[in-house]
């Protein structure tokens, strides 16, 4: 696979291909999921999704391309990356300036626009099985995580 994730990475679990956020079809089962800055970038971000009401990381992954998951996860990890981006803001700054300000929900899709996460995913037998993978997969020292709870 990638040289983006490490063997011992790899090894942890099936992770599926990568795909665009917004082109995901994760399935709506609990698992476990990898982020990455565009579509060779490093791995930079790991989240994960129980049951969600039948949802699963269907669900999760949906909420970001809709605007409305700002906050907690991957949506405030490219947030605070964006906003730390002097062009990025200055984009923002300027619609505001013009007469155009956006809504929070669309500073939040830009920001995923800026971001151009792909993903992966890694499906789990249930919600504590995922809990389980993700610390896992958090204690690698060998990436440079984006995940504020690490």
Not at 23 to 42: I, K, T
Not at 88 to 103: A, H, N, Y
Not at 108 to 116: F, I, P, R, S, T
Request: aromatic fraction near 8%.
């Amino acid at each position: 696979m990638e040289n983006t994730r490490s063997q011992e990475l790899l090894a942890m679990a099936d992770w599926s291909d990568w795909v665009p956020l917004g082109g995901s079809e994760a399935p709506r089962l609990p698992g476990v999921y990898l982020a990455r800055r565009g579509a060779a970038g490093p791995v930079v971000y790991l989240g994960m999704a129980g049951e969600r009401s039948g949802q699963g990381l269907h669900g999760r992954l949906r909420r970001y391309t809709s605007g409305k998951a700002l906050a907690p996860g991957l949506g405030v990890a490219v947030f605070d990356r964006a906003l730390a981006d002097a062009g990025w803001l200055r984009e923002r700054l300027l619609e505001v300036e013009t007469g155009q300000p956006m809504r929070a929900t669309d500073w939040g899709k830009a920001a995923l626009a800026w971001a151009e996460p792909h993903v992966c995913w890694a499906v789990t037998q249930n919600g504590n099985a995922a809990v389980v993978l993700e610390k896992k997969v958090l204690a690698l020292e060998t990436i440079d995580w984006w995940n504020r709870d690490r």
